[in-house]
């Protein structure tokens, strides 16, 4: 049982298109992140959700938009996608907000803009 | 200049040597550190979690925290082609709101048979 799971793990879209990434975590945990890794490798937050509601939103442009039904799940919609978005996406969990809880990442979604 | 900073490498060493990771970091309030594992297509996973400063040891893994320098280490002995992959630094406990993972770009390891 993959304990984060995100889809899809690889997506290649146009410029201009609207698309989303999909993550589910099954460890019962409360919070759940997406980060970004760019093409050197830094990984940087970019939002946290608590109970579904929204805590971290880090600088991120609005096109951007986090959704989160329930606490098992955060989905990443993006709008009017631009090529510096292509990047890796991971969704990640952990059991709460608290500084310091045990951070759990998904396998990544490798989103390609052309 | 990033809070965090480390070697992207890459450190290649033979089987069974010993391998030494580290990062320097800026922010005098981080109190967690962290050292994940990244495999190529891969997601980070956790393989050591300090707080404050000391020495932690799992294994063939030994963690160090230096916080009056600034300065993380990981330690892998006896190193296995299976430990080939990208290492990363992560760090929190600044005073922001929620739990937020600083983490250096990563230092690409390869053990070579």
């Known amino acids: 049982d993959t304990a984060v799971s995100q889809t899809p793990k690889y997506l290649v879209t146009q410029m201009g298109n609207d698309k989303s990434i999909k993550c589910e975590q099954n460890l019962g945990h409360d919070t759940m992140y997406w980060y970004k890794q760019d093409s050197k490798k830094f990984l940087k937050i970019m939002f946290s959700?608590?109970?579904?509601?929204?805590?971290i939103n880090e600088t991120v442009p609005n096109r951007f938009s986090p959704k989160s039904p329930d606490k098992a799940h955060l989905n990443l919609h993006i709008n009017s996608l631009e090529l510096g978005d292509s990047a890796v996406y991971f969704c990640a969990s952990s059991q709460d907000k608290g500084w310091g809880n045990t951070i759990y990442f998904g396998e990544g979604s490798w989103l390609t803009v052309v | 200049q990033k809070e965090v900073e480390q070697d992207p490498g890459p450190l290649s060493v033979p089987e069974g040597a010993i391998v030494s990771l580290n990062c320097t970091y800026s922010?005098?309030?981080?109190?967690?550190f962290m050292w994940y594992r990244q495999y190529s297509r891969k997601g980070p996973e956790l393989l050591m979690y300090?707080?404050?400063?000391g020495n932690k040891e799992d294994g063939r893994f030994t963690a160090q925290v230096d916080k009056s320098s600034k300065y993380i280490s990981l330690f892998i002995r006896d190193s296995q082609p299976s430990d080939s992959a990208t290492y990363l630094c992560a760090m929190s406990g600044i005073k922001a709101a929620g739990n937020k993972l600083t983490f250096g770009g990563g230092t690409r390891v390869l053990v070579k048979p």
């Open positions: 922010n005098s309030a981080f109190q967690y």
């Open positions: 959700y608590n109970n579904k509601e929204l805590i």
């Open positions: 300090t707080y404050s400063s």
